[in-house]
């Protein structure tokens, strides 16, 4: 089966410009996750959906980040402007959840380079 | 409020046993992974305990204790390519009824000849 599919692997932008994620999940994993994992830590949840609709993003810096799943498949990930502390990797993640499916699958992540 | 701990590094001997230990504190927990994630890649799934005791999975086994908050993973007869961070994470329920996964700081394990 093939697994999560996120593009761009890499970026380097300038601080103010603006980045968009994609992301693909396991074909019928409604639960996608986006993670934020800085240099030396463990991932942070950024935002989850349920299908097409937001579960959670407590944690989501709204004055920069936007995040959508159309169709309840694909999901983009948005910073605009981007600053410095925004330098990550960006990390999507899916689940099965129904049926005790629990366990989510990463993507390869996107290393962003803010300059 | 939710707070995970488990030692920043630790270094072992290829060959040997080791454990890393995991403390939580959280709401509505619904379960504890263990992840290992290499150096620039993405984590991978090792382990889920929901009940207390032990899970066993080849040189690797999991143990929780619900009461204590504790959780500590397992790896025996070390190899070279175990050399990785080891992420705790607990499964949090909120009110929306679905899970969501807190993670520790990792543990970067290091194996020495």
């Known amino acids: 089966e093939a697994g999560v599919a996120q593009s761009p692997r890499y970026k380097i932008i300038e601080k103010r410009q603006s980045v968009a994620f994609w992301c693909n999940p396991i074909?019928?994993?409604?639960?996608l996750y986006w993670y934020q994992q800085i240099l030396g830590q463990g991932p942070k949840l950024l935002i989850q959906?349920?299908?097409?609709?937001?579960?959670?993003d407590s944690q989501l810096p709204k004055d920069r980040f936007s995040a959508e799943r159309l169709k309840g498949v694909d999901s983009t990930l948005k910073i605009q402007p981007a600053k410095l502390e925004d330098s990550a990797v960006y990390l999507c993640a899916s689940s099965l959840e129904r049926g005790g499916g629990y366990e989510q699958y990463f993507g390869p992540g996107t290393r962003l380079t803010v300059t | 409020g939710q707070n995970i701990d488990q030692p920043t590094e630790m270094t072992a001997t290829e060959g040997a046993i080791v454990q890393i230990n995991c403390t939580y504190q959280?709401?509505?927990?619904?379960?504890l992974f263990w992840y290992q994630q290499h150096a620039g890649e993405a984590p991978t799934f090792l382990s889920y305990?929901?009940?207390?005791g032990l899970e066993e999975k080849g040189r690797f086994s999991s143990f929780l204790s619900r009461s204590k908050g504790y959780s500590y993973l397992l790896l025996k007869e070390l190899q070279m390519k175990d050399s990785a961070s080891y992420l705790c994470a607990v499964r949090s329920y909120g009110s929306s009824n679905t899970g969501k996964l807190i993670f520790g700081q990792g543990t970067t394990l290091q194996v020495k000849p």
């Open positions: 305990n929901v009940l207390d």
């Open positions: 959280t709401s509505g927990f619904n379960g």
């Open positions: 074909s019928g994993h409604a639960t």
């Open positions: 959906f349920q299908n097409n609709g937001v579960v959670d």
